[in-house]
């Protein structure tokens, strides 16, 4: 578990990582991506703390990403004894349920208050393993979206952690 350290024996607990959200995928740019994860995952074990992936999302105007990348973040996760917070996935669930709610900004590939919101519910329920679900910090959103946003990034990682697995927290 993931918390402070009031010894002050080490710096982090943890130090997450994202790649770029085509990185992992790309034919060029997926072997660095493995071995950078592992030479980065090694680096942060070799100073007391616990490596943390942070699965990207498809773009807005390619959700057929989101399956490769899941799939490379866990083999990365795996490999490397990571845990992966399910960004990318929590992501595609909630379009799935909510398409009104606007995650991504016009770019196609960087996110909206909601999908920051979202990524951060995701973090919230996969790190530190608290359900979001009620929380009375919204960031301005509407009630309605805040709670659909909790709800997935709850629903996403109990999911996903229950079949991939925690890494090593």
């Known amino acids: 578990e993931v918390r402070f350290n009031p010894k002050g024996d080490r710096k982090f607990d943890a130090v997450m990582m994202m790649d770029c959200s085509q990185c992992p995928i790309h034919p060029v740019l ?3 991506f493995h071995e950078f994860a592992a030479k980065h995952s090694a680096a942060v074990r070799a ?3 616990q490596p943390i992936l942070f699965m990207s999302w498809a773009y807005s105007d390619k959700p057929e990403m989101t399956d490769p990348l899941a799939a490379e973040y866990v083999a990365a996760g795996k490999a490397n004894q990571a845990l992966v917070v399910p960004a990318g996935l929590a992501f595609a669930a909630s ?8 995650l991504i900004v016009a770019d196609k590939r960087h996110p909206s208050l909601a999908g920051t919101y979202l990524a951060a519910c995701t973090v919230l329920a996969s790190v530190y393993k608290m359900n979001p679900v009620g929380n009375r910090y919204t960031a301005g959103l509407p009630a309605d979206v805040a709670a659909h946003l909790q709800s997935t990034a709850w629903e996403t990682a109990q999911m996903f952690h229950a079949k991939e697995g925690r890494g090593t927290l």
């Open 30 to 32: 997926k072997p660095l």
């Open 47 to 49: 100073h007391g703390s």
């Open 95 to 102: 379009v799935k349920k909510r398409p009104d709610v606007s």
